[in-house]
């Protein structure tokens, strides 16, 4: 892997997760963290399945290998944020799928995040119990 250029790279991002790819000649292999996605997500098929969503939509995977650094967050979004990121891979690799990527929703960031904490309240937006007297 590391004596062979990479053909594309791309971030994907949900929540506090990062997702970074790259891309590779070969033959439909998906390494996360250099582990398969399998392994990864194993027990979690709903994940899995959302993860590799962008790779049912586009027919020309199997000619590539796909390897994702995945950290932050949680489970669920990291496998928000490496779909975000094999879905922004697909389209510098083919730009004649933006139409199906975008009609499914993938190429949009989903910017849900956890909202801060204010200062004076125990949570973001819980208070104390107000007492009158």
Not at 27 to 45: A, F, P, Q, S
Request: include cysteine; aromatic fraction near 6%; proline fraction near 2%.
């Amino acid at each position: 892997m590391s004596d062979i250029s990479c053909l594309v790279s791309a971030v994907g991002r949900r929540k506090d997760a990062v997702a970074r790819v790259k891309v590779f000649d070969g033959n439909g292999r998906i390494m996360v963290n250099d582990m398969t996605i399998n392994e990864y997500l194993c027990g979690l098929e709903r994940l899995k399945k959302l993860a590799l969503r962008p790779m049912s939509v586009w027919e020309g995977v199997r000619s590539y290998d796909f390897f994702v650094n995945v950290n932050g967050g949680g489970v669920s979004g990291q496998a928000g944020a490496i779909s975000h990121s094999l879905s922004r891979a697909i389209l510098k690799l083919n730009e004649a799928s933006r139409t199906i990527l975008k009609k499914e929703g993938l190429l949009t960031r989903d910017s849900r995040m956890v909202e801060r904490k204010k200062s004076g309240r125990p949570k973001a937006r819980k208070r104390f119990q107000f007492s009158k007297r």
